[in-house]
């Protein structure tokens, strides 16, 4: 409770420089209920899933913003989600190689200019 309580704090430091909007209480309230309901799923991921200006402006400055704030608690980057996901990807058989793409069919422009139907 008080790291996501400074977390929230140290965020509202960067508002209105560079976040669009401060996280607000009820924001906060959510994400502790998560945690307390899903203590297996990454602190990271709820918090920036449930807290999202960049959905609001795009700039790269705020999701950069919040990782800062996030690695300075210690944050970012853990989680079991992050842990999971990377274990499928390694066990993932590798991607097929894509299929070729076919000969585009001649148009009558290219009749005129030397090439016939077939």
Do not use: C
């Amino acid at each position: 409770v008080d790291k996501l309580v400074a977390i929230a704090n140290d965020l509202r430091k960067v508002y209105p420089d560079i976040l669009p909007l401060p996280i607000a209480p009820r924001t906060l309230m959510h994400i502790m209920e998560h945690v307390q309901k899903y203590p297996k799923d990454s602190v990271v991921d709820i918090f920036t899933k449930t807290y999202n200006p960049a959905s609001i402006v795009e700039d790269p400055a705020i999701n950069s913003a919040i990782s800062r704030v996030l690695q300075a608690h210690d944050l970012a980057g853990v989680g079991q989600t992050a842990q999971s996901e990377a274990e499928a990807a390694a066990k993932a058989p590798p991607a097929a190689a894509p299929a070729p793409v076919p000969a585009p069919n001649p148009t009558p422009w290219d009749w005129d200019h030397g090439a016939e139907p077939e």
